[in-house]
């Protein structure tokens, strides 16, 4: 079974590819069609604009299990419901390369925007911040001793 960005996958069924996604961002800018496959080098431009795009997610916090791709055949590592919008932003990250200018693809940065939002959402659902109620406070302002037991040396 496919979705619009590639494969469906859960317990046994067929992952996502990487060459689906980066198939799809393609699409998004209209340089290639549904018949037509990226060339090798769009494949590769591709896969690195995607690492370094997940990478950055990453260190800013959006946990979604990436570990770096190396080709087209790997399995996508990171859940379902992020394609939407890694495929958008990876087409924003592609357009330039593609000379693609943003009047042609108008709805695609709010649609990448809106898609990048609703995984910070789903996040802060899935992992809400709790605070901590018994951390130690200071003497006083500015102390860089602790009232605690668990502070002291």
Do not use: C, H
Request: charged share 30%.
């Amino acid at each position: 079974m496919k979705g619009r960005f590639g494969a469906l996958s859960f317990w046994g069924l067929e992952m996502t590819k990487v060459a689906d996604i980066v198939k799809s961002a393609l699409q998004e800018l209209t340089v290639i069609d549904e018949q037509e496959t990226p060339s090798a080098e769009a494949m590769r431009s591709g896969i690195d604009w995607l690492n370094r795009m997940m990478r950055r997610w990453e260190a800013n916090l959006l946990a979604l299990g990436w570990s770096t791709v190396a080709g087209p055949d790997d399995d996508l590592p990171a859940p379902e419901e992020a394609e939407e919008a890694i495929v958008l932003n990876l087409a924003l990250k592609l357009r330039r390369s593609y000379g693609v200018p943003l009047g042609d693809v108008p709805d695609l940065p709010k649609d990448a925007r809106d898609a990048y939002a609703l995984l910070l959402r789903d996040q802060e659902v899935a992992t809400p911040i709790q605070p901590i109620l018994d951390a130690p406070e200071p003497d006083y302002y500015g102390a860089d001793r602790f009232r605690s037991s668990a502070w002291d040396y």
